[in-house]
């Protein structure tokens, strides 16, 4: 019996070793991959990263900041996007990583590929999107990567890493006017309309400054420049500050008193009468057909947002250039679901170069009636329906024809006005052409439209025989489906959210699930409406056959 005894204690004392050996052994694994981290000690890339202390504000600790605290700035920076994908900022100014392939390393040790995405133009970042690994999602915190080489890399410690940056509350633009810096910021008015009180917020320099908020609207807000103001070659970071809360939101957003200078010093381009402004993703094969009709009617140049686009974007710009479309403008915009800020910062940005932009998307197309009989397009047609437009009109806005798939099951290979040819009868929704001058100073719009400058400038909407957008809407399942899985509006409603079913924003009968519905290829088609495919047809027709854009 006694030797039983002792066998039952030997057992339990050796399951209570094995345990306490896996506790141990699993913190050390956690304490030791959180504390260090390993990158190639003879790599440019790694000496970048340590001789550049400063990415992102945060504060002190984890506890609620005191009135007295300030933010200080650690090693490195990086967001958590939507899907599970970690975006990582190199130093303001640090100059481009080695062309060799990069990978992430994960506080477990696990890793997946560092995809290069582009220099932030207005905060001169390179960045990189890394996709969290399977084993990461499952554990908090969630723990910034580091970049390594993917050639036998040589290992050194590093510090801990500081968590990543959560998209949900971030400051991650700013822009600097002549008068004041603009700041665009999540997780402060998250709901549209419903807009904290300036007078509850304070802007936050990395070097200690603050200036008062002075509009509040959506995403975007407006404060004095610090005085005094950093030295011209020096770039600190910008913050929000809610004093209610006592929070300081994190940030990624550089500030600069100047706006950036032409690098080649050439003179700023004339004036034009018409820009179009647009966020794309994706949209590579429909440019040409976009470009090309919109210049022909009068739009003098194209600035795209480009929101992380890979399907060969630039390569598809750098083709329309070489075929004397150099007009258009392309800056790398990696932060989901912002149209709209992204719209009030195209303003801004192009306050001075730009007397008219047209806020419309890559599968609109701006059409008059009257042109249904002219030979040919000419550049006066856009510009006689604003020259029309009295002083005191600060936005022209046009009514929407949104077509459906037109018994289409692909993408139509000569464009979206060729093969989609039928539509709603009603007119859905607007788009605007905007004097920027005339816009207000909160810089709120709802993507259709922007408000204005009350007492000051007018709204003016057209009559259908005078203009109206031919919006490719509902396309060819394969197409939306892809348009689905994507909103890139931060107050309309996303189609995969079990919300508000009802919403104009959505495909009605469509769900919440991007599953082909019965009889899609026909839906939404109520008249058949063949006058812009007729006068494209028309305006285009090369020798053999073909649409311009289809060379």
């Known amino acids: 019996m006694r030797s039983k005894v002792r066998a039952a204690a030997f057992f339990v004392g050796f399951l209570t070793f094995l345990v306490c050996a896996s506790v141990y052994l699993r913190l050390f694994r956690y304490v030791s991959s959180s504390s260090s981290a390993s990158i190639a000690a003879a790599s440019d890339y790694s000496a970048t990263l340590r001789r550049h202390p400063h990415l992102h504000l945060t504060i002190d600790d984890d506890r609620a900041p005191s009135a007295s605290s300030s933010p200080h700035l650690h090693p490195s920076a990086a967001v958590l996007l939507p899907d599970w994908q970690a975006l990582l900022l190199l ?52 723990l910034t990567p580091r970049l390594l080489p993917s050639s036998d890399p040589i290992l050194e410690p590093l510090d801990p890493s500081p968590e990543l940056m959560r998209w949900t509350s971030i400051a991650y633009e700013s822009l600097s006017t002549p008068d004041d810096v603009i700041v665009f910021a999540k997780g402060v008015n998250s709901r549209q309309g419903v807009n904290r009180r300036p007078s509850d917020l304070l802007c936050l320099f990395s070097d200690g400054s603050t200036t008062a908020v002075t509009t509040s609207a959506q995403e975007v807000f407006r404060c004095p420049h610090p005085s005094p103001p950093p030295l011209p070659d020096r770039t600190v970071q910008v913050s929000l500050k809610i004093l209610s809360e006592n929070r300081v939101i994190p940030s990624v957003a ?39 009709y919109h210049a022909s009617i009068g739009v003098d140049r194209f600035i795209l947002y480009d929101n992380m686009s890979d399907d060969d974007l630039k390569g598809v710009v750098d083709k329309l250039k070489r075929e004397n479309h150099n007009n258009i403008t392309t800056y790398r915009w990696p932060w989901p679901k912002t149209q709209e800020a992204g719209f009030s910062h195209c303003l801004t940005l192009h306050r001075d170069t730009c007397h008219w932009i047209a806020f419309i998307d ?41 077509f459906g798939p037109s018994d289409l099951k692909a993408h139509p290979m000569d464009g979206v006005t060729q093969g989609y040819t039928c539509r709603r009868s009603a007119e859905q929704r607007h788009k605007s052409i905007v004097r920027p001058g005339a816009v207000d100073l909160s810089l709120v719009n709802v993507v259709h439209h922007f ?26 399942w394969p197409e939306f489906k892809a348009k689905f899985r994507r909103r890139v509006s931060a107050y309309v409603v996303d189609w995969t959210q079990t919300v508000n079913k009802d919403s104009k924003d959505r495909a009605p009968g469509l769900g919440f699930a991007p599953v082909e519905p019965a009889r899609w290829a026909r839906m939404f088609c109520e008249v058949n409406d063949t006058g812009l495919r007729d006068v494209t047809r028309r305006w285009f027709r090369v020798g053999s056959g073909r649409l311009a854009w289809e060379l």
């Open 91 to 142: 130093p303001p100014d640090s100059p481009p990583p080695s062309p060799s392939p990069l990978f992430c390393l994960f506080s477990d040790n696990s890793t997946s590929s560092a995809t290069p995405a582009g220099l932030l133009p207005f905060s001169l970042r390179h960045s990189f999107l890394c996709p969290l690994p399977p084993s990461v999602r499952r554990h908090r915190p969630f």
């Open 362 to 402: 890559v599968d609109e197309f701006l059409f008059s009636p009257a042109w249904a009989n002219s030979p040919r397009p000419s550049k006066s047609m856009l510009g006689s329906t604003l020259a029309r437009q009295g002083p005191s009109i600060g936005q022209v806005t046009f009514g929407c024809d949104e």
């Open 254 to 292: 550089s500030y600069r008193r100047r706006p950036l200078a032409r690098a080649d010093s050439s003179p700023p381009p004339q004036k034009s009468l018409l820009c179009a402004c647009t966020m794309v993703y994706n949209v590579a094969k429909f440019l040409p057909e976009w470009v090309t």
């Open 451 to 476: 408000k204005v400058r009350e007492g000051v400038y007018k709204v003016r909407r057209l009559g259908r025989h005078e203009g109206v957008v031919k919006h490719y809407k509902y396309q060819a």
